[in-house]
């Protein structure tokens, strides 16, 4: 056990104690534990690993006997809290074009640049990417910074960090929003530390606290077993990442305008050491999972690779996409690109037919966000029934060849 | 059951239990369905060093002994007593070089069959010489520096796999079983060829094959100890291996176990589970204590063997016998615990009853055992 | 050449379970792995190495966690890594991912010259895929993150294939520099027994703060800009109906069910 780090405080009351190991279940890093205790009312008494602890105060709430005691010290704020104004979204564009998840952050930028009374802002970076703007304002955006030059057409980290650290020291926002995505994670975690700020990744649900004026980040934990808020309080900007799909598209209003703010940069801040020498689109045959409004998804229950065949008929009928559990990843039936789940996509259609799929916590985290959720499985029993909308306990390769049949009829194809 | 195993031999037994676990239990039905030999399998035991557990460090090895080589063996076994063999009748193929291999042949051959570069198998069967190892007809004849072979041998394990080949054959046809010697034929020998591969009830992974000697002339060099100690040679073989046998028992047995506990507190009938069924719980609770017993056996005998007993004739013969026949029981029980589910390919378990029978029938058959067993007792009384 | 791999020891999170009596988390029996993605960076280190010959290239794995941390350590040591260094201090605690990497980072720079650091792309118990490069950032070398396929490395240059969303990116950039890899990039090794028995008779070198060049008001929970303000479980989606009946009922009923939204998408 180490000893308790002298900056924070959180201790055990050992008169209060009464061993009853509530805050041990309780702890989601698993930082307390029981040892024996002359001292201790009964005996027993709970000790907390400081090495794990990250003082959540999980502990605190679930205590009954006021036994644990926790004051988070203050810390002075780095920087003038007040100089930073204004909302902005990484307007992340691939080819020239800003992706849908940009028009996501706008819709949502929205609501927190009203809720702080502020403007909302984008930032633009690429070649030749100015007719893009206008859309931006269409979405929400009152503001694009916008950075162009031959060099920015495509990602690349360096001159991309560098050109929003530079924003940012001119401009000073207070939240800073960008996709979760393979660009969005690598820029945010760079540029947060040439800041010195905090990055919430992957975040389900942001909103203002409306006394301190501050971004409340919530985000999944543990492969979703548990949510967590997350405050950046005395560093600017609070930024966050969120993946597609998790907030609605902002409304095309085109009656808004907004400015363009044009901004360029020298060159030895544009350079970068890395060098794209190709690029190599891998175009998938079916829908793509992630933008797809109906998804059909296998899982173990369908015993063999063929069982696929049955799910890609309906998904197809449907004019859905094919997704699937990690275990028929994991047993090679199909690609990891088709995985749903917390180490694969993150989806959110409309509907979702999940076959022969048990709903380990680690798919439900990836899916459970669905509109409709239909589970078909043999087992009664199964943890994905508890999440579905509409559950049927049968065998999958009768039901779901008779749905696609159906569909067939229904939609005349 | 602490058996007081050494820190390096836990790490032997996990390191195979994790290749089990991992690498075999998720092939171990393909291979066996479509009867095709496990070589990924062999090549991952070959990079994890489990390959020579059984041979001195000298050559290569990890200076382990019977224990190391029991260990190995249940817990492939446990995943699957066919991928098991392969593994194991390569220890049978190599403990002729390492109990009655000259200098010059263990650092030929050892090296490589501990690093798991090549495979060995163990030859001594024949259409006419099954228990009665005195009656093989294959021939060695020497002619000056060579020695030229002629016969054919039967369902040999890893035969047409293995590189290394470890075979008896008659010197002295006029001697009887005193008339044969041992010898090391590798593949690719001009004159050795292979037969047809059989098809079998279980361990199917494996490879089990006709050699077939026709005029295939091997150097001097090759013969094991001296001429007329082919049957020492194949029964030293044996009492060092047969604990392996037993260990391969055991494994399959757990194995059978393990599924059958697990299905018993997954399947529900009027409303619980039937392990809540005390007519159940008393045939795992027999299953268990069985295989117990029979590991504690195997164990012992690996231990004696490891600490250089002299005769472990009977005690190996005891091991090979009990630990094979509770595999046949335990894994006969497993399916019954299934029921219906367990008669199916679906499932696992029916699998394991049919890997367990041949544990009953190879290295001796258990009728042979129990002569051996029946001979020593008399002996033992004799000498008073 | 010199690699460093940086891994995490992170509890099984497909063991854990909620309690649904209490709605909390349920620990007991959840083993303590190496994060699965940072197993691909071993196996890219210890590839390289075999690519580049063994006696010029050292691969080191670093960790920063408690002391049991230093097991995670040993397994990447019985695959065959060279050395191992385990960060650990109680000012380390409470860091989030900014002082994580900075942590990391000062603890690569102590170790001296390297060519390449290699994460796994993100850690299965908090996801968030920045330390990585939050440490390429500190040490103001380049990155490429979600690496697919080491293409081509020599000293001082390095090609990677770089996952994107659709498809993938072939990268050049010089050394050193930081990657992190996805599960494509390899199938991880088994340990070696030889490697297993290397493993338990090393050591990991231990470094605490005191060892290293920082500024202290940037470690563990001071120096961490973000906080957690409340953990809870999320508000279980309660189940809907189950359908009973004949498949061809069953059938039916669904389909009128969700017949208007199928028409709908099918006409957008």
Not at chain 1, 153 to 165: A, G, W
Not at chain 1, 293 to 307: F, H, N, Q, Y
Request: hydrophobic residues 40%; aromatic residues 6%.
């Amino acid at each position: 056990m180490t000893d308790k780090p002298k900056d924070c405080s959180i201790q055990i009351i050992t008169g209060n104690c009464t061993g009853c190991t509530m805050c041990v279940k309780t702890c989601p890093f698993g930082a307390i534990s029981m040892v024996d205790s002359a001292e201790a009312k009964k005996g027993k008494l709970a000790v907390i690993d400081y090495m794990k602890c990250t003082l959540c105060g999980a502990c605190v709430e679930s205590c009954k006997f006021k036994a644990i005691e926790m004051t988070v010290c203050k810390v002075a704020p780095k920087v003038a809290l007040g100089d930073y104004k204004g909302v902005w979204v990484f307007a992340e564009q691939k080819k020239g074009k800003v992706q849908s998840v940009v028009y996501e952050l706008l819709g949502k930028g929205r609501e927190l640049a009203d809720a702080l009374g502020t403007e909302l802002a984008a930032v633009l970076i690429g070649d030749a990417v100015e007719a893009q703007a206008e859309e931006l304002f269409w979405r929400g955006a009152d503001k694009v910074y916008l950075v162009e030059n031959a060099g920015l057409k495509s990602y690349q980290d360096e001159p991309y960090t560098n050109i929003i650290v530079e924003l940012v020291k001119e401009f000073k926002p207070e939240i800073l929003l960008y996709g979760a995505t393979s660009i969005g994670r690598s820029l945010a975690s760079r540029i947060a530390v040439k800041l010195y700020t905090g990055l919430t990744a992957d975040c389900t649900a942001l909103d203002i606290d409306k006394e301190k004026k501050i971004l409340l980040q919530t985000r999944p934990a543990f492969g979703g077993n548990i949510m967590a808020t997350i405050l950046c309080e005395n560093y600017r900007p609070q930024m966050a990442t969120v993946r597609h799909k998790v907030f609605k598209e902002a409304q095309v209003d085109k009656s808004r305008k907004g400015q363009v703010v044009k901004k360029s940069y020298p060159d030895n801040l544009l350079a970068s050491r890395t060098r794209i020498s190709d690029v190599v689109e891998e175009i998938s045959s079916t829908v793509n999972l992630t933008e797809a409004d109906i998804i059909v998804s296998g899982g173990r229950g369908l015993g063999k690779a063929e069982g696929f065949k049955v799910i890609e008929e309906l998904a197809k009928v449907l004019g859905g996409a094919v997704g699937a559990s990690r275990s028929a990843v994991d047993a090679e039936w199909i690609p990891y690109s088709h995985q749903v789940g917390q180490t694969g996509k993150t989806v959110c259609p409309k509907i979702y037919i999940a076959c022969g799929i048990s709903g380990q916590i680690q798919h439900l985290a990836g899916m459970s966000s669905s509109e409709i959720i239909i589970a078909i499985n043999k087992d009664s029993q199964a943890p994905i029934f508890s999440v579905a909308t509409y559950g049927i306990v049968g065998d999958l390769y009768e039901v779901v060849p008779a749905l696609t049949q159906k569909f067939k009829e229904i939609l005349k194809k | 059951m602490d058996y007081l195993l050494t820190e390096q031999q836990i790490m032997v037994r996990d390191l195979a239990r994790k290749i089990a676990k991992e690498k075999i239990t998720p092939v171990a039905a393909e291979h066996d369905e479509k009867e095709t030999f496990p070589w990924e399998i062999m090549k991952v035991m070959a990079e994890s060093d489990l390959c020579g557990v059984y041979i001195e460090e000298k050559y290569g090895g990890l200076g382990g002994g019977a224990m190391e080589l029991c260990l190995v063996t249940e817990e492939l076994s446990r995943a699957c007593g066919g991928i098991a063999i392969c593994f194991a009748a390569t220890a049978l193929g190599t403990y002729p070089i390492i109990l009655f291999g000259n200098d010059e042949q263990k650092q030929k051959y050892l090296p490589d069959i501990a690093s798991g570069k090549k495979l060995a198998a163990f030859a001594l069967t024949e259409a006419g010489a099954g228990s009665d190892a005195g009656a093989i007809a294959t021939t060695a004849r020497k002619e000056g520096d060579h020695y030229v072979l002629n016969g054919v041998k039967q369902w040999i394990t890893n035969g047409g796999e293995a590189e290394v080949y470890t075979v008896i054959a008659m010197t002295d046809r006029e001697k009887g079983a005193r008339g044969a010697s041992a010898f090391i034929i590798e593949k690719g020998t001009p004159g050795f060829d292979f037969g047809k591969k059989e098809k079998k009830l279980g361990i199917r992974a494996s490879a089990t094959r006709e050699l077939v000697f026709n005029e295939c002339k091997i150097p001097k060099a090759n013969l094991l100890g001296r001429e007329g100690m082919g049957f020492i040679v194949a029964m030293k073989t044996f009492d060092k291996s047969r604990p392996g046998v037993a260990a391969q028992a055991v494994g399959i047995a757990q194995g059978a176990l393990d599924h059958a506990v697990k299905y018993s507190r997954e399947r529900k009938q009027f409303g619980k589970t039937i392990s809540s069924f005390q007519g159940l719980q008393f045939m795992l609770a027999d299953m268990a204590t069985e295989v117990e017993a029979a590991r504690a056996l195997t164990y012992s005998v690996a231990k004696m063997v490891d600490t250089g007993a002299k005769d472990v004739s009977k005690e190996s013969a005891m091991a090979k016998l009990f630990a094979s026949d509770v595999a046949m029981k335990v894994t006969t029980d497993a399916i019954q615990v299934l029921g219906g589910y367990g008669y199916m390919r679906d499932y696992p378990v029916e699998k394991y009853m049919r890997d367990a029978k041949i544990t009953q029938i190879y290295e001796g058959t258990n009728q042979i055992q129990r002569n051996v067993i029946a001979l020593e007792l008399l002996k033992e009384q004799l000498r008073g | 050449m010199n690699i460093i791999v940086c891994i995490k020891q992170v509890p099984d999170t497909q063991d854990i379970r909620i309690n649904p009596e209490t709605n909390t988390l349920m620990r007991e029996g959840v083993q303590s792995i190496v994060n699965p993605f940072d197993m691909y960076a071993i196996e890219e280190a210890l590839r390289i190495k075999e690519r580049l010959g063994a006696a010029s290239t050292k691969v080191t794995v670093l960790s920063m966690g408690p002391s049991q941390a230093e097991e995670a350590l040993r397994e990447a040591v019985s695959m065959g890594a060279d050395e191992m260094v385990l960060m650990s201090d109680r000012a380390f605690a409470g860091s989030d991912t900014w002082a994580t990497s900075y942590t990391l980072a000062k603890g690569i720079q102590k170790l001296g010259k390297f060519d390449l650091i290699i994460c796994g792309k993100q850690a299965i118990d908090g996801d968030t895929a920045q330390v990585g490069p939050g440490i390429a950032a500190t040490l103001d070398i380049p990155q490429v993150t979600y690496v697919k396929k080491t293409e081509d490395i020599k000293e001082g240059l390095a090609k990677f294939e770089r996952m994107t969303e659709e498809g993938y990116e072939v990268i050049e950039t010089p050394l050193p520099c930081l990657i992190t890899v996805v599960k494509e990039i390899n199938i991880p090794r088994l340990p070696s027994l030889k490697g297993k028995i290397k493993a338990k008779q090393s050591k990991a070198t231990v470094l605490g703060a005191k060892d290293l060049e920082v500024d202290p008001d940037r470690l563990g929970l001071q120096g961490s800009p973000t906080a957690v303000k409340k953990i809870f479980t999320p508000p279980k989606r309660t189940g809907g109906q189950v359908l009973q009946g004949e498949v061809p009922d069953i059938v039916n009923k669904l389909a009128d069910s969700i017949k208007d939204v199928v028409i709908s998408v099918s006409k957008t």
